[in-house]
């Protein structure tokens, strides 16, 4: 499905997207035997509890490392070589990030009780409590990750992935040891978080020097600058991709959410196939950028698109026919049937804009986040107004048929943006 860039070994691109879809499985087995092993050894209650404390997790995460994450791995890309540089952006971005963690995370606390008071379950209030400390390391390790990403450091970034997740697992095996209450089980969080963060201290530590920088206020006022035009462009991702399963809540009923959710989450699980380029090509495009070298840049997007086309379409072909497989093994209820023909428009969308999908932080990588936040405003935009029209029309067919159009509209976009700010078409 990928192509080697022209920026760096082809034999050393394709071994390190190799190991990230090694960790992409790892985080599909995790999540999968997660919820399964919740639900068998406690009961559903708990489980439901720990989904919401995660709900709620996920969103205050996107405000606790604040899009700072983004300029430090746009930074380091640019110029991985220089110690000095490196140093000097991993402190400009770690010192506004431990402050913003600190009190996001304890905004998340003390919003703990008003949650669980809006859910009516006390459960939700003690499982925030629990997984708040995890929040703050979550915020830290999303810097030194991205440290790890712009380093072009792969293998190493699909590690720590693979940590976070087998780490949330390992921890919950000890809460079933130790026949934990469920309203604690959010502590896994807190635990995987907190020894991720050990691993990447020793880890990135070994590549910075520790006296202070030159220059520090100035580049921290930067990245904080940085952070603060494309923090918006996190949370609106996180929207974009629930638009059509809560405007589904709005239309018809909680049953169709449900099986419309059935697809929606085998789609998504495809999708990660491409995150997982964007993050492998993030690098590359940032170093080509910051030399303005367009030429190897769009030779790069013209390989990786040719290719990329032609794996997901692969992919898409067999997931669809297969897909009824999936649901016989997976549930007896024919109601969940009705999700064949919904999965098979959400594959369209996504192979439509497969091509494209691993250079969509592009306006990230090349210094132009407000421009990247203004491209996920329209993307949502037209996905909340085509399920608003598609819907009522078609119901799951109409929901399915407008994200699809979104993924289209959103090529449409990118391409005319990255002309317009960064002078080439990609």
């Given amino acids: 499905m990928s192509s080697e860039p022209t920026d760096g070994s082809p034999n050393k691109f394709r071994s390190d997207v190799?190991?990230?879809?090694?960790?992409?499985?790892?985080l599909g087995v995790s999540g999968i035997a997660l919820n399964v092993l919740i639900g068998l050894h406690w009961d559903a209650a708990t489980l439901g509890v720990f989904n919401q404390a995660l709900a709620a997790y996920i969103f205050f995460s996107q405000a606790a490392v604040g899009?700072?994450?983004l300029s430090a791995l746009r930074a380091i890309a640019e110029q991985p070589l220089d110690r000095a540089h490196v140093s000097r952006?991993?402190?400009?971005?770690?010192?506004?990030t431990t402050l913003l963690a600190s009190l996001v995370t304890a905004a998340y606390w003390f919003a703990r009780d008003p949650l669980g008071a809006m859910l009516d379950s006390p459960a939700v209030a003690?499982?925030?409590?629990?997984?708040a400390p995890g929040l703050f390391f979550f915020a830290i390790n999303k810097v030194l990750m991205s440290v790890t990403n712009g380093l072009g450091r792969m293998r190493a970034f699909a590690i720590f992935t693979s940590t976070r997740y087998l780490g949330i697992l390992i921890a919950l095996?000890?809460?079933?040891r130790l026949e934990m209450p469920g309203a604690r089980l959010a502590y896994v969080f807190s635990a995987a978080e907190a020894f991720l963060f050990l691993v990447l201290a020793v880890d990135v530590g070994r590549a910075i020097d520790w006296s202070r920088p030159c220059e520090l206020s100035r580049a921290v006022r930067d990245h904080v600058a940085y952070g603060m035009k494309s923090v918006l462009s996190g949370v609106l991702l996180e929207l974009n991709a629930k638009v059509d399963i809560w405007m589904i809540g709005v239309f018809l009923s909680d049953k169709l959410v449900g099986v419309y959710t059935f697809a929606a989450m085998i789609a998504e699980g495809v999708f990660q196939l491409l995150i997982?380029?964007?993050?492998n090509y993030n690098p590359v495009l940032a170093r080509l950028l910051a030399r303005r070298d367009f030429v190897t840049l769009k030779s790069v997007v013209n390989k990786g698109r040719k290719w990329t086309y032609a794996?997901?379409?692969?992919?898409?072909?067999?997931?669809?026919?297969l897909y009824p497989v999936a649901l016989s093994i997976l549930t007896n209820k024919p109601a969940f049937e009705e999700s064949w023909m919904p999965f098979g428009l959400l594959m369209a969308g996504i192979v439509v804009a497969s091509g494209y999908i691993p250079f969509g932080q592009t306006l990230l990588m090349?210094?132009?986040p407000g421009w990247h936040t203004l491209l996920m405003i329209l993307i949502v935009i037209v996905n909340v107004i085509g399920n608003w029209i598609l819907i009522p029309l078609f119901g799951l067919n109409g929901a399915a048929a407008a994200t699809a159009i979104s993924m289209g509209a959103s090529v449409v976009f990118l391409k005319l943006m990255v002309k317009r700010r960064v002078g080439v078409w990609i």
């Fill in 126 to 131: 003690e499982a925030i409590a629990w997984s």
């Fill in 18 to 26: 190799a190991w990230n879809f090694a960790s992409l499985a790892v």
């Fill in 67 to 69: 899009g700072i994450n």
């Fill in 173 to 176: 095996l000890v809460a079933m």
């Fill in 311 to 321: 794996g997901l379409a692969a992919v898409a072909v067999i997931a669809v026919l």
């Fill in 89 to 96: 952006v991993v402190w400009a971005c770690l010192l506004p």
């Fill in 276 to 279: 997982v380029l964007q993050n």
């Fill in 366 to 368: 090349a210094n132009q």
